[in-house]
């Protein structure tokens, strides 16, 4: 019998965290807050940037955009590891294939959109006169627009390919949430394609994003260090501070975690670099930008002392 474009199983069980029994209420505790922490720290991002007219420049509203994109992202993870932790481990094949697709494509959004950040931040460093007439709201909307596209077509022939699998043996998920490589290692029909495919792709798309950054800060250092005062310098790679902390927590465990050619890595690698990416980088974001950013900062500070003196 042919199983080739059919699968057999219709659920699979994600085995998460089921060998920390001892810990599982701590760590549900410990998840859920840094999940409301994430959400209400982004969803504050967003209120603050849309309701100051100081901060309706393309830096904040690329800023708003990334919050608001963090947001979508750990709902897609974070929520099924708390039902996870509740014994509720069980998904279809058809969401875990959705599952897969949307963190796959919201994750390169994400790339894409620090990309355009440090393509922002190379026009207001390296061509100051010119980026007021370039980089408008507008633009920083049609660059934001053109991220989102990227990162749903992304992933589509991974999808596609993953679908053509047939799954009739073992449906044991071995790993905190569905992805490709955990899910490959199911499979009973040759992925060979699959695995070649999955790290073409994934290369492609995160090192061209990774060279214009690079390309980027190359060209931010060489014209910051032509600035004659200290205070100049300083002001200039203030505002580049808490991109450039992103990004390195970002790439570094995405780079990590999707860019190789064998899926025989150890489970407990696989979900520490899916902590770091899905939970632990989403969490900093909103962190970073308030206390890297001056405005967003002095912004946040009068904020609270107006809540502070009304309540009195």
Not at 52 to 60: A, F, G, I, N, T
Not at 89 to 103: A, P
Not at 242 to 256: I, N
Not at 265 to 293: E, F, G, H, K, Q
Request: aromatic share 12%; charged share 10%; with cysteine.
């Amino acid at each position: 019998m042919n199983h080739t474009n059919q699968s057999l199983i219709t659920q699979f069980i994600i085995v998460g965290f089921s060998d920390l029994n001892g810990t599982r209420g701590l760590l549900f505790g410990l998840l859920f807050i840094i999940y409301l922490f994430t959400l209400s720290g982004n969803i504050t991002i967003i209120i603050l940037i849309f309701t100051h007219l100081k901060l309706h420049v393309p830096l904040y509203m690329f800023v708003a955009i990334l919050s608001f994109l963090e947001i979508w992202y750990t709902a897609v993870t974070i929520p099924k590891m708390l039902a996870n932790l509740l014994n509720q481990n069980i998904i279809t094949y058809t969401g875990c294939l959705m599952q897969i697709y949307f963190l796959h494509s919201l994750g390169i959004t994400e790339t894409y959109l620090l990309t355009a950040m440090a393509y922002d931040r190379y026009m207001a460093i390296c061509n100051p006169l010119r980026y007021p007439s370039i980089i408008t709201t507008h633009c920083c909307f049609q660059m934001a627009a053109c991220c989102w596209i990227i990162g749903f077509l992304g992933p589509l022939t991974q999808i596609i390919l993953l679908s053509q699998l047939s799954f009739c043996g073992p449906n044991r998920v071995q790993h905190i949430f569905c992805d490709f490589s955990p899910l490959i290692n199911l499979a009973c029909s040759d992925t060979s394609l699959n695995v070649s495919v999955d790290f073409t792709i994934n290369s492609i798309l995160l090192f061209f994003a990774f060279f214009c950054i690079i390309i980027s800060y190359i060209q931010i250092m060489s014209t910051v260090l032509k600035i004659s005062t200290v205070a100049g310098r300083e002001r200039a790679f203030s505002t580049c501070g808490a991109h450039l902390t992103v990004v390195s927590l970002f790439f570094g465990s995405v780079a990590f975690m999707y860019v190789r050619l064998s899926n025989n890595y150890p489970v407990t690698y696989d979900r520490i670099m899916a902590v770091i990416y899905s939970v632990l980088t989403p969490m900093c974001n909103p962190i970073i930008y308030s206390l890297r950013n001056r405005e967003i900062r002095e912004v946040l500070r009068k904020k609270i002392s107006n809540s502070i003196l009304s309540s009195k």
